[in-house]
């Protein structure tokens, strides 16, 4: 069975034309060659030279690398040791390599190599660039795209990324995704502040990768796309210290009363104060938890009075800008209950209780000046 080699770009062949000359490469006969400026028939001499000698690191250098702020010299030199690494992996027990060109366009001239190794003879197909000498190797650099949400500021290794980003909706959130161009075996380090979240921060490698990459849904089952850096997974705790405590006092704070003025039967226009267009009565009445639907059936049953609100917290968030969230709020409450049936017969317990619930309120809350108010709902 053939080891499956470094993955190339090139084109596959066909029909060897006949008569063309298939020149060799072995330990003992190996030319040393300037690439400086090489030709594509010098580089891929010196690169079935470097191989056959397990001289990688020479590989290396023969390598194209395209324009990118990411890919620098130093880059290179770092990612070097993986490099090898790999080589030194896909190509056991390689003793001779030979070469053919079997396709030109106007910029790249196409080589099939054929590898002897201890299992047999191995073809790869590799494509060399006029312009420079320079072999293409497809998996030496990636492209990947980091997601953020919107107003995000991003800088890799403390300079600041730059240029065209793409803008969407994204699971409710309003996102913005950076495109870059990157050594995947160099590590990166990537900050990311926000006008309302903590500052984030993490070494981009092939290893740390696993646990930023972004989640997809294909047939039912979750994937991941290996190229996406997911950086939006957020939480309550993940507010800046002043935007928590202004969510915790408008919102949160507003929501308890909410709920404690419906449960006490209270006057619904008291809560406007907490709604940015006066209008709580329309809020209560579209939502089942506080107009009573979902709570049509214990009341039929029980005799339900208030006793006390327990917590309240924001159980999601989703990011619109600095000045707009959706948010759901989860308020948990008490009440005591009875049976109403004063006949029902009751197994191992009391006819009165005391029953723990809650309520979810999703809403839509806009800063107004300094204060946020609920704006609208789903």
């Known amino acids: 069975m053939k080891k499956k080699g470094l993955i190339i770009r090139g084109t596959v062949v066909a029909v060897l034309i006949a008569g063309v000359m298939i020149t060799g490469c072995k330990k003992d006969d190996t030319k040393k060659v300037n690439v400086g400026k090489a030709s594509p028939e010098k580089t891929i001499e010196t690169y079935c030279n470097s191989l056959v000698e397990k001289k990688y690191a020479d590989i290396l250098d023969l390598a194209y690398f395209p324009k990118s702020d990411y890919i620098t010299s130093e880059k290179i030199k770092d990612s070097k040791s993986g490099f090898i690494d790999k080589m030194v992996e896909e190509n056991e027990g390689v003793k001779d390599c030979t070469y053919d060109k079997i396709d030109e366009t106007k910029d790249i001239i196409s080589y099939k190599l054929i590898i002897t190794t201890d299992n047999g003879d191995e073809t790869r197909d590799i494509e060399v660039r006029k312009k420079d000498g320079k072999i293409v190797l497809d998996d030496l650099y990636a492209e990947r795209y980091i997601k953020v949400f919107k107003d995000s500021k991003v800088s890799i290794d403390g300079k600041k990324v730059t240029g065209k980003t793409e803008s969407k909706e994204d699971d409710g959130n309003q996102v913005e995704i950076y495109t870059i161009t990157v050594l995947p075996d160099a590590e990166y380090d990537i900050t990311v502040t926000h006008p309302v979240f903590d500052d984030e921060e993490v070494v981009l490698s092939e290893e740390s990768l696993d646990y930023v990459k972004y989640p997809i849904w294909q047939d039912q089952k979750m994937g991941f796309d290996d190229n996406m850096i997911d950086l939006t997974a957020i939480t309550q705790d993940y507010f800046k210290k002043e935007y928590k405590e202004e969510l915790n006092t408008d919102i949160c704070e507003g929501c308890v009363e ?99 619930d809650h309520m979810t309120l999703d809403l839509y809350c806009t800063k107004d000046g300094d204060v946020w108010k609920i704006s609208s709902w789903d």
Do not use: H, W
């Open 258 to 356: 909410i709920v404690k003025t419906v449960l006490e039967d209270g006057d619904i226009n008291t809560l406007n104060k907490y709604f940015l267009n006066n209008n709580a009565e329309e809020f209560v009445s579209s939502n089942p938890d506080l107009n009573g639907t979902n709570r049509v059936g214990l009341k039929e049953e029980y005799d339900i009075e208030f006793k006390q609100i327990l917590d309240s917290s924001i159980n999601q968030i989703k990011y619109i800008d600095k000045n707009q969230l959706k948010l759901s709020v989860v308020v948990s409450y008490q009440c005591n209950m009875s049976y109403k049936n004063k006949d029902a017969i009751v197994l191992g317990g009391s006819r009165d209780s005391v029953r723990g």
